[in-house]
């Protein structure tokens, strides 16, 4: 490339429809790149508006406020000597169609100088654009002191022919943004976490690099938006595919890179995946309570790794002076439960409270016994335990103003293993997509950061929901290393019982029973709280099964 071109990555954190605030975030990086002498500034993907908005894009109001937001930043950025990239959404001016655009729009000396509509609309898992965006129909190249510039967002790129995925569109807008003249690719991006996924971009754009012979500039968003955290991990290439600018991974910079020179920052955090993970659940669980407006958080403390894992994060995002863990004993629960979360609570630094549910667990089961004459205690009494205590952390919520998380793992939500209106209550579920078994990985983690805040004993016992004398989760349910392989098989890969069973050497009568109470339990988890998504297949917005159906495997 014959000229200097010196970009500065903004990945950044920003808030569904918190326009001011968005706003006033680029302009403290549009500035920071300026003083470095940037000429190109990247923010990412739907930037101004937060991503996703959904349906908040279908109200003509909001429509109109980006479009007056985008004026604004345009006349507060009209000193600095640099073009600035920025998503958005507009109105489109197409007769028939969907009424909205995705945008990245260049400004330059306080003018929308270039605008370009995002073509591929991804309509699997989380997202659903094709609902809300009409498809850009072309793609023109824009023009950056001489340099054409292919300037796509975020999907256009996940149709390149290095994807040795199946290609979902029949247009590839690289190729054909190559095929104009583009020098050089700027894609801005909203890309949300998942296991693995970090890698997957590097090589997808390697591949897109070395294929088109073109350098690459790609920058994320972080943060949490609900269901979804963004990890940032921006990146340049090379037209090799080298890498010659990274940004770290969960938290919010700015890094320049010389695309002419192939030189650039590298701030990378080369965590591992469990690490990263671990990063993930402390920034999405920041981000969820502080955009809801809620500054302290509190969760039931049993002394069992689940809950331990919550409190360590929440003990990371929020500081121990904004957690308080709760210890309810009730009729069958062992001694050790309040002493290890006693112990782990005091090496936390964290509030911690003991109320016991048996008085008003006896005081329930006396007022109901007339109307249970005759019949035999069950699951309907191990359940009242579980409701009390939702109860209980319910009203500690309403008094102090904390939000309640949730405790309860993916492998337990996923075959029914919680009670609905007990341990299902709250305002955050944590961990509802880490299987058991990555749960006590993170636990590693967070006794490597935390000092040893989690005592061995939690890591020894038999898990247990203690709502029966002796009772262990092994009672009803495979070891878990077993049921976590069963049910990525059938979650994660859409496998069927049969596949899995061969595949595991498994008797097909086990995997067959988890697979229907992975079925009979759609209608509990349609109402939990909401679940921070880590894996390629979270229960919640991207798991769209009908509750009332009769389809089995």
């Known amino acids: 490339m014959g000229h200097l071109m010196r970009i500065a990555l903004a990945q950044i954190n920003t808030t569904v429809g918190d326009f001011p605030g968005n ?9 920071q790149a300026a003083e470095k002498n940037a000429q190109v500034v990247l923010f990412p993907e739907l930037s101004l508006t937060g991503y996703p908005p959904r349906d908040l894009v279908e109200r003509p109001s909001f429509l109109a406020r980006a479009a007056m937001e985008l004026e604004i930043f345009a006349q507060e950025t009209e000193s600095l000597p640099l073009h600035i990239v920025i998503g958005s959404v507009a109105a489109s001016q197409q007769g028939a169609g969907k009424k909205v655009l995705n945008t990245a729009s260049v400004l330059y000396r306080g003018r929308e100088i270039f605008r370009q509509t995002k073509m591929l609309l991804p309509t699997y898992d989380v997202f659903d654009e094709g ?36 290609h979902l569109y029949r247009r590839d807008p690289i190729s054909e943004l190559r095929a104009q003249g583009a020098r050089l690719l700027l894609s ?3 890309s949300p976490f998942e296991i693995g996924k970090r890698q997957r971009r590097r090589d997808l754009f390697e591949g897109i690099a070395k294929e088109q012979s073109l350098p690459c500039v790609y920058v994320n968003s972080i943060g949490g938006n609900d269901h979804l955290v963004f990890d940032g991990s921006s990146f340049a290439m090379n037209a090799s595919g080298g890498l010659i600018a990274e940004a770290p991974s969960f938290s919010e910079s700015l890094t320049l890179c010389d695309v002419s020179l192939g030189t650039g920052e590298h701030k990378a955090s080369h965590l591992t995946e469990p690490d990263a993970v671990y990063e993930a ?16 958080v509190l969760l039931g403390l049993s002394g069992g790794i689940d809950s331990s894992i919550v409190a ?29 979360a006693r112990a782990m609570a005091e090496r936390l630094g964290i509030r911690f409270e003991i109320s016991p549910i048996q008085a008003a667990y006896h005081t329930v089961v006396e007022t109901l016994s007339p109307l249970f004459a005759g019949l035999a205690p069950d699951v309907t009494e191990e359940n009242l335990q579980a409701r009390l205590r939702g109860v209980t952390l319910m009203a500690l919520s309403n008094k102090f103003g904390a939000m309640v998380l949730t405790t309860g793992n993916k492998s337990e939500l996923a075959v029914g293993y919680c009670t609905l209106y007990g341990d299902m209550c709250g305002g955050l579920a944590v961990i509802s997509d880490i ?52 049910l990525k098989g059938y979650i994660e890969r859409f496998e069927s019982p049969q596949q899995i069973a061969d595949e595991l050497q498994l008797p097909i009568s086990l995997v067959r029973e ?40």
């Open 514 to 553: 988890i697979a229907r109470k992975v079925d009979l339990n759609e209608y509990k988890r349609q109402q939990a709280a909401p679940g921070l998504k880590v894996t390629s297949k979270a229960f919640g917005m991207g798991r769209r099964i009908p509750i009332a159906q009769r389809y089995r495997e």
């Open 131 to 166: 609902r809300y965006f009409e498809s850009a129909s072309e793609q023109t190249l824009l023009e950056i002191d001489g340099i054409p510039v292919a300037l796509t967002i975020c999907e256009d790129a996940w149709n390149a022919k290095s994807l040795h995925a199946p």
């Open 23 to 31: 706003r006033s975030k680029m302009l403290h990086f549009a500035r």
């Open 281 to 296: 659940l402390v920034l999405g669980t920041r981000d969820y309570v502080a955009k809801c407006g809620f500054q302290k």
């Open 435 to 486: 299987p058991k078994t990555l749960v006590y990985e993170l636990c590693r983690v967070a006794n490597r950061r935390l000092n040893n805040a989690i005592p061995e004993n939690v890591f020894v016992k038999p898990p247990s929901a203690e709502l029966r004398p002796d009772q262990t989760d092994q009672d009803s349910l495979p070891p878990y290393d077993v049921l976590d392989a069963i």
């Open 312 to 340: 360590c994060l929440a003990v990371e995002a929020f500081g121990p002076e904004n957690v308080m863990g709760v210890a309810m004993p009730g009729p069958y629960s062992s001694e050790h439960s309040v002493t290890d």
């Open 188 to 190: 801005i991006n909203a």
